[in-house]
């Protein structure tokens, strides 16, 4: 039987709006970041999806969030965090190298490439492999949701493409060997 991970990214914060680089380091929700997270619960509650289990990245971002999105009870893990940036967390974006990182951040205390797609991999299947586990949903960041679906490009029924917005959805299968994005929904967030 397949599963469903509905993988959401954090609403809008504040060094979004400053262009600050953020991974670790953390900043509240602008007020557009908690509408969003509004449109999410909506769009969930009108298309009457329920989830049987919810789990959260530790940063105060995605707590809010999905604190927003559900009020059931959910889990955090330091498993879904952001790329850690190291001695760039916080400053201006426009010092971020292009893209792909790969091993840039190493040598600066934060983490490779490889290393946070193997963390998101690690604990979203861990989190899936439960036998309870059937409608799932997990928020997390642009990056690291990012790097777990280039993760499983060949399984993919659609591509991931860049410069996702605040609050996009990720619908994503399971089969318990594989994930496979599905769908990815924003219609929630036109007109913002």
Known sequence: ????????????????????IQGWCDSPLTDLGIEQA???????????????????????????????????P??????????NFGVFEGKDECLNPPHPYNDFFKQFSGESQDEV???MVDTLT????????HVVLAVSHGGACANFIRAFEKSNVINYR???KNCTIFKIMY????????????????GL
Request: negative net charge; aromatic residues 10%.
């Open 175 to 190: 089969n318990g060997n594989d994930f496979s994005l599905v769908e990815i929904i924003e219609e929630h967030l036109e």
């Open 1 to 20: 039987m397949e599963k469903v991970l509905y993988l959401v990214r954090h609403g809008q914060t504040l060094f979004n709006v400053q262009h600050k």
């Open 117 to 119: 797609q193997q963390r």
């Open 74 to 83: 959910y889990k955090r893990l330091k498993g879904l965090k952001e790329f």
């Open 126 to 133: 861990a989190i899936m492999s439960k036998e309870d586990h």
């Open 38 to 72: 509004k449109r999410v619960k909506n769009y969930f509650d009108s298309h009457d999806i329920c989830f049987d289990h919810a789990y959260s990245s530790t940063s105060e971002r995605c707590c809010d969030t999905i604190q927003i999105i559900t009020d059931m």
């Open 162 to 164: 860049k410069g996702i």
